[in-house]
């Protein structure tokens, strides 16, 4: 009889949750979920005989003991800050934890002591990162170990809306946190190709895009902030070009990157007097000052941008109502967050879309002199708003990392990241039989 | 017999010293400098019989203590951050304190406690912030007297190299802190044009620029970061278009603009063993890839920003060195360091090199219905590397007001900066006999 604790029951616990539960189906063993709202709790487990769930806070030092000592496996959901503070009282306890977050300065601080106590910290075991690393790796391992050299890995990982829910122009629809989407790639991104270092300053990020065609689709690439972290990790210390990034589904990001050369998603600075200005005053403040006031504003805009008034790329634009002149309202607002209110009411998700996760890797290596490529996909769409591809693609793997620990199939100890076959290939197996599952293409390069 | 305590011998201090040793010449008033370099400030009064050189600290508090106590006024010279220091202790002491920095919010919260004790804490007193705001108000105050309406007031000031020295394509040369001329503009500027708030962001600064022609030379003027604080202060609340900005010679900003493009002006991140690359493999790495391994680098980057390969501007960036094989060997730098390291050697002054300084304002104003345009312009040069224009415009200003306030003449009180006729007027009047003199043009404008 096993007793595994998941604090936090928002979003991505759904499918987490759901999945432990038929685990342990006719068992004995339980979870205990905590959060801050118990309801919210009782909604993911709907008083399943196996579960139990409790009003929780760090805050709350006793009833923090009290569960953690009562768990075999900790998993913490909570926002990426609360993490190091369940740590450390596992630490204290002697409980494995897992995460789906990346490793924190202060989280890789406490390797030696894990390590030392026999415990687990898995961390960044969802999606992106998660199946990201395990796909990657088991694609990585089986190169080398055909004699292989890789060359070139870049990988793309999206978070967008099922084409059967697909009815606006930009084919998005907030599916996480919309500021996120709306900061998203501000700082400068990072990754290696050709053998050397290359940087994309923000304001260019969503112009210098890869296209990537797969499912019927156009996905359009962004690189991601830094895309060297990972070389260490996967062993891939020779690797002439590597790049982690976002997917967008084409012409997003030539449209976004209007966004972003107006100032748009610009979050530094406060526009006076914002809640009496419409949607139109905002463009118009930010676009260089023109006389030419027979010009309507898209053409404008359109003109700013390098756009045909009629390109598909201006229909988007107009679309959001970002130049009409409807008043926002919203008081001491910078140009991001009036974009957000109005992103937020036109890129809502309706209670029957799904949503749909793809990640895409694509690998050369060199073997007898011979260059291949492998591309990989991964397509993941979700039941419901409860049941998203978001949900269970970030929530599955942690449930069967979950269920490994307790059934003592990880021997590793310390702070971790799922790079090693112990840990990738039950959990790439076992999401299979959950419909997570890549497909393979192999091809020889002519030279 | 007056005493008048200069805080801070540095590069703006000589011509103020100079005009207040020149101003108590055969009286027995003196000056005393205090600097943490005792002879820094020794090089500056050359031993004059009505000064003193201590060396002088903030934090030795008896010191400090004791030299405001016997002075009649203190001028402070040092960083802006240190103001507010010697501001509280010129409020025990009863002394009036003179800056040529803009007024911190610090500052500012000392305006009634200065008041009440009969004090004037007079700041802005320098070029710019300074002797733009006395020559602007007077302007202002002459054509509201005249029942004008001012519609529009542009003003730019720029820190220059005279015609002279100039032997560079940049037509520029560092007259003052090379780190912020390389950061300068970062931020969003704000401005009025057309009635209406207007934003530049910094992607943009560069490129939105504005030509203004004056002594036989071609300006470019960018826009500064707030133009909008003082159209309190100059009494333009119904003002049309306010705009404050920065003067450079043409075509320095759209060159300039190459560099804010590539992201070689970004402080915010660091190149990777930044210290092996040489300045060919930093543009490299901030251009976009490209496999056009026949292409040179000047000629990619002429694809880049849109330029010809032998264009003027494509000229000034190769004659920085930015496109050579030289390592730089800066270690952990970031862009913006590699770029500052590189330019402070070529544009870099000589020792018999001239500055100048431009100040150029232009108004347009309503009376009986018919419009008007007044240009104002000042054009000040060095007379040699101490004393600069630079110095001269920040400095001479200060020293008048000093000598105003040991002769009684400003009765104002309070944290203020130089807008009222009480303060301008003489200061202005005794800058012409310095040589500090505006030309003033008026044309009548057919509507």
Redesign the interface.
């Known amino acids: 009889m096993k007793n595994i604790l998941v604090l936090g029951a928002g979003r991505s616990s759904s499918s987490l949750i759901k999945y432990l539960l038929e685990l342990f189906e006719k068992t004995s063993s339980t979870i205990t979920v905590g959060d801050q709202s118990e309801n919210l709790a009782k909604e993911k487990t709907k008083n399943h005989p196996n579960s139990r769930c409790i009003q929780f806070t760090l805050e709350d030092q006793a009833l923090k003991e009290k569960e953690i000592a009562g768990a075999d496996v900790v998993i913490s959901m909570l926002p990426p800050s609360m993490h190091t503070v369940v740590a450390r009282e596992c630490l204290k306890q002697k409980k494995h934890l897992i995460t789906a977050s990346y490793v924190s300065p202060e989280m890789a601080a406490l390797h030696e002591d894990a390590k030392k106590s026999g415990l687990l910290f898995l961390n960044e075991a969802g999606l992106d990162p998660g199946i990201d690393h395990m796909s990657a790796m088991q694609i990585i391992d089986k190169i080398k170990a055909s004699g292989g050299e890789i060359t070139s890995f870049k990988s793309y990982t999206g978070g967008l809306i099922a084409p059967e829910s697909d009815d606006n122009p930009w084919h998005y629809k907030f599916t996480w946190n919309p500021r996120n989407v709306i900061l998203a790639g501000q ?2 991104a ?1 990754y290696i ?2 053998g ?6 923000y ?2 990020l969503f112009k ?1 895009t890869r296209i990537i065609e797969a499912e019927g689709l156009i996905f359009e690439g962004y690189a991601n902030r830094d895309s ?1 972290s990972y070389i260490d990790h996967y062993g891939l210390n020779k690797i002439k070009t590597m790049l982690r990034g976002t997917l967008r589904i084409a012409p997003f990001c030539r449209a976004w990157s209007v966004f972003v ?3 748009l998603t ?1 979050d ?2 406060i ?3 914002s809640e009496k200005l419409s949607y139109a ?1 905002i463009v ?3 676009l ?2 023109s ?1 030419k006031n027979e010009l309507t504003l898209k053409e404008k805009l359109a003109i700013f941008c390098n756009e045909e008034t009629t390109s598909v790329v201006m229909d988007m634009i107009e679309w959001t109502g970002i130049l009409s002149d409807e008043k926002h309202g919203v008081k001491n607002a910078s ?1 991001a967050k009036i974009l957000q209110t109005l992103l937020e009411q036109k890129l809502i998700l309706k209670p029957d879309d799904k949503d749909m996760i793809v990640m895409h890797h694509e690998f050369i290596y060199q073997v007898n002199n011979e260059n291949h490529k492998i591309y990989s996909l991964l397509v993941v769409k979700g039941e419901d708003t409860v049941h998203t591809a978001m949900s269970k693609t970030v929530g599955i793997p942690v449930g069967i990392c979950a269920r490994l620990l307790i059934e003592n199939k990880i021997k590793d100890r310390g702070v971790l990241i799922p790079v090693n076959k112990e840990i990738y290939e039950p959990v790439l197996k076992e999401l299979k039989n959950s419909g997570i599952n890549f497909k393979e293409k192999e091809e020889q390069l002519t030279s």
């Open positions: 700082g400068t990072k190709e050709g050397k270092y290359r940087y994309i300053p304001n260019r210098q060297l050369s107006l100032g610009d530094s600075f526009i006076d007097n005053d118009e403040a930010l260089p000052f006389s140009p």
